[in-house]
């Protein structure tokens, strides 16, 4: 499969920055995809993604070295502030969505019935009317998705796409994803929430000062999770599970050999269903 | 204060252009005019269309505040140092040629700062956006022109959340002019640096969306315009014009 | 330095026509660290803000130790309480990271000491010189908290201060939280993240449309599926592990459920 995004040995420096941001950077990205980026603060996937998109150095300065190849049709990009991707003149949640399309300059009936089409593959179109600017935080961001997915990008960047909601619509917004993708869409998220991304990730990858260190699947990949780190301290051998129900699946079932005192155990029917997937 | 607000007034549902037209042409004319009593007549036109607008209280509130620093400087500048003859108005001495200066350009001051503010009051930057994008300007001039608009509101939220921020850090507010003045950078500074970085991610955002792009954009929704607001705006243009072409055969003759 | 405790005794306040608080009242002692949690506009933001006098009740009384905040100003109160707000870009300003973290500290007079110690405690060494627009975002909010911790406060009230944070950054914020509760400081959490407060907090107060809904222990809080899924929370990794393995004690903190995990047999996998 052709990748829509190909970086070889790319070096990428901001303008008058001391170190480059990202060093000698391999990466082919394939539709269908969804690339994890994952790193410190600080250590490129911000970046990595402007880069991809071709935001950097275009828009955003700087020098870039090595080869970029684009096959991206169309790019996507969605940041952690909903408020600043709000194009601030559109009145309704509709127009503002259909901004994309309207300047493409396709036809009224055209624009209006992808900006539909975004919202409901969102789950919003119930805010179509609304005014942007009387949203939630979690409402606003899935319009700006929806937004940005209102050309139907081949190659979606998402960085921190979460950060400001509150747990439940940051569930629902990863949850999103793998249909997305489904759909073939390429995927590269930089996150540092990384117990969801991981659920959602097919491959990720993890930069350290801008060069990648590490490239595969996500439990083998990444920095230890609370929960692997939970794990480890609790003498669990590598590799370490890193989420919940990958850490109940690596229990033995006679493990628990306190299970039957239950002088200071929960009251019975308050624990989590933890059958189901976490995502 | 300053800044759209919501509203049915025949000036809201009025195309945009003509409101912008009708403020525009106040300011205009209210150069061409040098006499106080034409001039304040303008300032009544402008109250007039700030009644119109449904925004009169507001708009000549503000107005008032905005020129009373210039009106103060103008008395004092004309009124009490002008020459020529005095007239005496109480324990002060004023000059008449002055004092009839001060009207006329105070009256100008106050007639534009009126009829701003009724337009901005009354033009929703969303229907202007609509209105340029149908004419085909560009949308990286329509953006500049309506974010230019929308500004104030926006910078004055922002500014309230920063100062309650500093405030909690041990920062004073009012106090001595001197405390005053060092308050200002930890409040310029977060001020104009936050949204300058807010700026950078739009820029990046709407870019993607086809911001920049070279197409001629479809307007979804554009305002009415109608045969009648369109002579009115080409009745102004004329007025204006002709109220120039008097005050030049005046200067001559 | 020890903590205030705090009173706010039959508070009411509403944004014009909007009641955002009715008739609440609210004791949290000195050296308690209290996690206030709610959906949005439950009124929490309001509630802390009526603590450091941003608000004005409209009725009752709200009490940091002996200071009625009715009289004061919000620049007198941080001398007694350090507000962290949600987004750090509103307060930095300073020409470099060190300077800005100073600020507070200086403003209330207080000596350099401080400042040096909560650099190095929220690892922000390596960003002393840079200007704090050049920092990651993250790293702002680890300013913003080192800011407001220089200043020595004896309550501390943060509003979401692990958004964004990547799992390192969280446990230097959690073991700040810690040292401060330690040493006696009264600490207010407003959180979504129940992981950072199963680690920080030992009481929950739940707040819904202008009430406190509940105001109970953070444990029995925590394995109280029923009553996260009401506020469309689940619980956090630690607190859904105990669940399931019904680890004895019912423990909520990471070193908690390591300790009660030690007798846990695993299975071995290849990869």
């Known amino acids: 499969m052709t990748a829509l995004v190909s970086l070889a040995g790319v070096t990428f420096t901001y303008a008058g920055a001391a170190r480059p941001a990202l060093s000698g950077v391999s990466l082919d990205v394939t539709a269908g995809e969804i690339v994890l980026v994952g790193g410190a603060a600080g250590a490129g996937a911000s970046t990595l993604l402007l880069v991809a998109t071709g935001l950097a150095p275009r828009l955003v300065g700087g020098r870039l070295t090595g080869a970029r190849t684009v096959a991206a049709r169309r790019c996507g990009i969605v940041f952690a502030r909903p408020w600043t991707q709000l194009t601030g003149l559109c009145s309704t949640v509709l127009d503002e969505v259909a901004f994309g399309p309207a300047s493409a300059g396709a036809p009224r009936d055209e624009v209006l019935a992808a900006a539909s089409r975004a919202l409901d593959r969102l789950g919003v179109a119930h805010l179509a009317r609304r005014d942007p600017a009387h949203l939630s935080g979690g409402e606003l961001q899935r319009v700006v998705v929806a937004a940005a997915l209102a050309l139907d990008p081949d190659l979606l960047a998402l960085d921190d796409p979460a950060a400001e909601l509150d747990p439940a619509a940051a569930d629902a917004l990863y949850a999103m994803l793998p249909s997305l993708a489904a759909t073939g869409t390429a995927i590269l998220l930089a996150t540092p929430d990384v117990r969801r991304a991981a659920g959602v990730a097919t491959r990720a990858i993890v930069l350290e000062r801008g060069a990648v260190v590490a490239d595969g699947r996500p439990a083998a990949v990444l920095p230890v999770t609370e929960v692997g780190a939970l794990a480890r301290a609790a003498g669990c051998p590598v590799p370490y599970p890193y989420d919940v129900p990958a850490l109940l699946a690596r229990v033995a079932p006679d493990a628990s050999r306190r299970a039957h005192d239950t002088s200071d155990a929960p009251p019975a029917g308050s624990g989590p269903d933890t059958s189901g997937t976490i995502r | ?253 | ?271």
């Not at chain 2, 020529?84 to 105070?106: D, E, K």
């Not at chain 3, 009625?68 to 507000?83: F, I, L, Q, T």
């Not at chain 3, 669940?243 to 047999?265: N, T, W, Y």
């Open chain 3, 1 to 271: 330095m020890s903590g205030y405790d705090l009173r706010i005794e039959s508070v009411s306040y509403a944004y014009g026509d909007v009641e955002a608080l009715r008739g609440i009242s609210l004791a949290i002692g000195a050296g308690e660290s209290v996690a206030l949690i709610g959906r949005n506009g439950a009124g929490k933001t309001t509630l802390t803000r009526l603590l450091v006098a941003l608000l004005r009740p409209a009725a009752g009384r709200v009490a940091v130790g002996d200071w009625d905040v009715a009289g004061k100003r919000p620049d007198e109160m941080a001398r007694r309480v350090g507000y962290v707000f949600q987004h750090a870009d509103h307060q930095l300003f300073a020409r470099s990271v060190r300077e800005d973290v100073a600020f507070g500290s200086r403003r209330l007079g207080r000596r350099e000491g401080p400042v040096s110690e909560v650099f190095e405690e929220l690892g922000l060494a390596e960003y002393a010189d840079v200007h704090p627009y050049d920092v990651p975002a993250p790293v702002r909010k680890l300013v913003a908290l080192a800011g407001v911790l220089a200043m020595e406060p004896g309550v501390l009230i943060l509003d979401e201060p692990t958004a964004g944070l990547d799992r390192p950054q969280r446990e230097l914020a959690v073991a700040a939280l810690r040292r401060r509760t330690g040493s006696g400081v009264t600490v207010l959490v407003v959180s979504h993240d129940l992981g950072f407060v199963a680690e920080t907090a030992g009481r929950v107060v739940v707040m819904e449309a202008g009430r406190i809904a509940a105001d109970r222990p953070a444990r029995s809080f925590l394995y109280d599926a029923g009553a996260l899924a009401s506020l469309a929370l689940r619980p956090p990794a630690a607190v859904e592990i105990g669940a399931a393995l019904k680890l004895p004690g019912a423990p909520i903190r990471f070193q908690e459920v390591a300790a009660a995990m030690r007798g846990v047999r695993w299975k071995e996998i290849s990869e």
């Open chain 2, 1 to 253: 204060m300053i800044g759209y607000v919501e509203g049915r007034s025949p000036l809201h549902r009025a195309h945009p252009y003509t409101t912008l037209t009708l403020a525009g042409a106040v300011l205009f004319a209210a150069f061409a005019m040098t006499e106080p009593f034409t001039v304040w007549l303008l300032v009544l036109a402008g109250a007039a269309l700030a009644a119109t607008g449904g925004v009169l209280r507001s708009s000549a509130r503000t107005a008032l505040i905005l020129s009373l620093p210039i009106w103060v400087l103008l008395f004092v500048l004309h009124g009490l140092l002008g020459g020529g003859a005095r007239v005496a108005a109480g324990p002060l001495s004023l000059s008449a040629t002055g004092v009839a200066r001060a009207l006329v350009l105070g009256g100008r001051v106050t007639a534009i700062v009126l009829s701003f503010l009724t337009a901005l009051a009354t033009t929703s930057p969303h229907r202007l956006v609509e209105a340029m994008t149908a004419r085909g300007v560009p949308f990286g001039r329509t953006f500049l022109l309506a974010s230019t608009l929308t500004v104030l509101p926006r910078m004055r939220e922002r500014a309230t959340r920063i100062l309650e921020a500093q405030q909690c850090r041990g920062l004073r507010l009012g106090g001595s002019v001197a405390a005053r003045v060092r308050a200002l950078g930890p409040l310029a500074l977060p001020l104009i640096l936050g949204a300058l970085a807010e700026v950078d991610e739009q820029v990046l955002a709407l870019d993607v969306r086809g911001a920049a792009a070279a197409d001629r954009r479809t307007a979804l929704d554009p305002p009415a315009d109608t045969a009648v607001q369109r002579m009115v705006r080409w009745s102004l243009l004329v007025l204006v014009a002709a109220a120039y072409a008097w005050k030049f055969i005046r200067m001559r003759g």
